[in-house]
């Protein structure tokens, strides 16, 4: 059956001198055009991912390469059967991929950032000796999948990651240095602040794990299980040349994509359970959800 929508995942580093209007005239364009999904304006531009029906889509390209006065605005698309969000949410921050430098002087991706690397490109070099591979994105992210070799930080939070790189990558300052993340628009920030505090030989894989797993010839080839998206689909697949699963079942442990929020709203804990724990045990983190949520006891769930 075709598919009849589409899920566009966009950002533009570039000077937006009134963001609220900005912001303004997105929220009324997406709700002309029946999208739906997330989108940050702010000074320093505007980063987005928005679902809609295919022709809805296309005239959002074209609008939105208008409005933001470049031609070469990048749209990473994937089809689908309908939208990938409930909601528009449209909004203004400081900031459209919070880095937080403080009293610090923030990144500009325009005069400050790594070499970007096509994915043929950062596959070999990859392959290289002594080749540093981080992943520049959240723990529950990489925790579905991630690049094989790649060192995963333990951050919840991009804003973690100054402090994280100033505490754990001192020494690797001479070391070439990849990042990656989904789309690449936090990696065109991280790269930029690796360089700031003195790393040599910085480089960002172009477009991010998204582009990599759609480039015909590289095919996805070394990133283990799936890619984190925000949107209904959770993870999507990224390589078709050597696929493998990386994350297990909390409870089980058997291999499983399967990720959930835990069932004890205040807590909305992500975790990996698979269909048959959470029949018999429920959707919960730990014992201590459980219980707060009138749900069985340790000795009942199994836990």
Not at 237 to 259: I, L
Request: with cysteine; hydrophobic share 30%.
């Amino acid at each position: 059956m075709e598919q009849t929508y589409r899920i566009l995942l966009y950002y533009l580093y570039r000077p937006i001198d009134d963001p609220d209007d900005f912001a303004c005239r997105q929220r009324q364009l997406c709700e002309d055009l029946g999208l739906l999904g997330r989108i940050i304006v702010a000074e320093e531009g505007i980063n987005g991912t928005v679902s809609g029906e295919r022709a809805a889509t296309d005239r959002y390209i074209e609008v939105m390469r208008e409005d933001a006065g470049n031609e070469k605005l990048v749209f990473k698309g994937d089809d689908a059967n309908g939208h990938a969000f409930k909601k528009l949410s449209v909004k203004v921050r400081s900031e459209i991929v919070t880095l937080n430098l403080g009293e610090e002087k923030d990144i500009d991706p325009g005069n400050l950032t790594g070499r970007r690397l096509d994915p043929a490109n950062f596959y070999e070099a990859m392959n290289q000796e002594g080749a540093l591979i981080l992943d520049g994105r959240n723990k529950y992210e990489s925790d579905l999948g991630h690049f094989e070799g790649a060192i995963c930080p333990d951050v919840e939070n991009f804003r973690d990651f100054p402090e994280w790189i100033r505490n754990n990558l001192a020494d690797a300052k001479d070391r070439p240095v990849l990042t990656y993340c989904t789309g690449g628009i936090r990696c065109e920030k991280l790269s930029g602040f690796l360089m700031k505090e003195g790393f040599k030989n910085v480089h960002q894989l172009d477009g991010g794990i998204v582009t990599y797993g759609k480039d015909p010839d590289v095919k996805g080839r070394d990133f283990k299980g799936q890619c984190y998206v925000f949107d209904s689909r959770i993870g999507v697949s990224v390589n078709s040349t050597n696929p493998s699963v990386v994350a297990t079942c909390r409870n089980c442990g058997v291999a499983s994509e399967r990720y959930v929020n835990c069932a004890w709203k205040p807590c909305n804990f992500r975790i990996f359970l698979c269909s048959s724990c959470e029949e018999r045990d429920g959707r919960f983190c730990s014992e201590d959800c459980s219980k707060l949520s009138g749900s069985k006891s340790k000795e009942d769930a199994g836990f």
